[in-house]
């Protein structure tokens, strides 16, 4: 009865109600000319703005799911290749060991990070340990230099680290990782920088949520003779017999640069699972977040909307009553 009666009163008063509304006063700063004004007023351009925001969000969205199946595809080429490399220094640490507490002169902090970013902390974790072990290593009468691997760890050391940074690498990942481009770069490294340990920061993966940061260390030829002459866990070099014309020293040094290239090819491929396992877990939470930013939008898309439909019968009830009484 009330709707039937609300048409008839508009039948009734439809020739006496201007063809062009009374819009109301924006809050916009900035006048609007008449060609721009809106029939509906301010509730039709708060209405718009949540469907623009809603619209923005469902873009990120799509995205985000699209940055996460890209991550989950380079994670399942990438993992494969860091299990099997697992196996190439084990035997290194088998027989020279991996010593991180050894006291020398001279170190240098190998940082590897990723390039891109949208990954989770991983690059943040290598930075923060790698500061840690050249404040532990540093010393009126020892040294101790960078070099980095990747544009993150570039870009946070560069700022308060700049005098101690030896050499910058970027865009390793550029080409598919494998070893012969690895064992170019350790070669580049070894011939550019003078030490007595090596210590190599990266994430090793476990799982696409679970990464740890770890350090492997590789001594100079010097130095594990050093520690083998002092009886330590190196002592047992002694037991091997030498076969060949080469003296202790070459074998050694041979040694030593092969377990650096295997060390840093195993280090940089864990790096790169960590990265892409951190990028699918930080993406997954972004696509969460913006599925509940959406349901807000939308919740108050609809108040909004049915807000301004309830605000137009009231007016129209209201001068319907008024020019019948």
């Known amino acids: 009865m009330a709707m039937a009666a609300l048409r008839r009163e508009g039948r009734r008063f439809a020739p006496l109600i201007s063809p062009r509304p009374i819009t109301a006063v924006r809050s916009s700063p900035i006048a609007p000319s008449h060609e721009d004004e809106c029939p509906i007023g301010v509730r039709y351009i708060s209405t ?9 969000v469902k873009n990120i969205q799509k995205i985000t ?92 050391l560069i700022r308060d680290s700049k005098k101690d940074i030896e050499l910058i690498i970027t ?86 640069e092969f377990q650096f290239s295997c060390v840093m090819f195993n280090a940089v491929l864990e790096n790169a699972c960590s990265e892409q396992g951190a990028r699918m877990s930080a993406m997954d939470s972004s696509s969460r977040n913006a599925g509940d930013m959406l349901d807000r939008l939308t919740l108050t898309y609809n108040r909004t909307r049915q807000a301004s439909i309830t605000t137009e019968l009231i007016e129209i009830i209201s001068g319907a009553s008024a020019l019948e009484g």
């Not at 718009?48 to 923005?56: D, G, I, L, P, W």
């Not at 590789?218 to 047992?236: F, Q, T």
Request: hydrophobic share 35%; net charge positive.
């Open 171 to 256: 865009e390793l990942q550029k080409n598919p990782l494998n070893y012969t481009q690895v064992s170019v770069l350790a070669d580049e490294i070894l011939k550019n920088v003078e030490f007595d340990a090596l210590r190599i920061v990266f994430n090793k993966f476990h799982s696409v949520v679970s990464f740890v940061p770890t350090v492997s260390t590789v001594l100079s030829p010097e130095i594990v003779e050093r520690e083998a002459e002092s009886g330590g866990k190196l002592g047992d070099l002694d037991n091997y017999e030498v076969e060949g014309g080469e003296t202790k020293g070459e074998i050694l040094q041979n040694l030593a």
């Open 48 to 56: 718009q703005v949540v469907r623009n925001r809603m619209k923005s």
């Open 65 to 156: 799911k699209a940055m996460k199946m890209v991550a989950a595809s380079k994670l399942r080429a990438v993992q494969t290749k860091a299990e099997n490399s697992r196996g190439l220094w084990q035997p290194f640490t088998a027989l020279l060991g991996d010593l991180p507490s050894v006291d020398v002169k001279k170190s240098v902090v190998v940082t590897i990070s990723s390039d891109k970013g949208l990954c989770g902390g991983i690059n943040s974790t290598s930075v923060k340990i790698s500061k840690g072990i050249h404040k532990l290593n540093s010393g009126p009468e020892k040294e101790t230099q960078y070099v980095i691997l990747g544009e993150k760890a570039k870009a946070q």
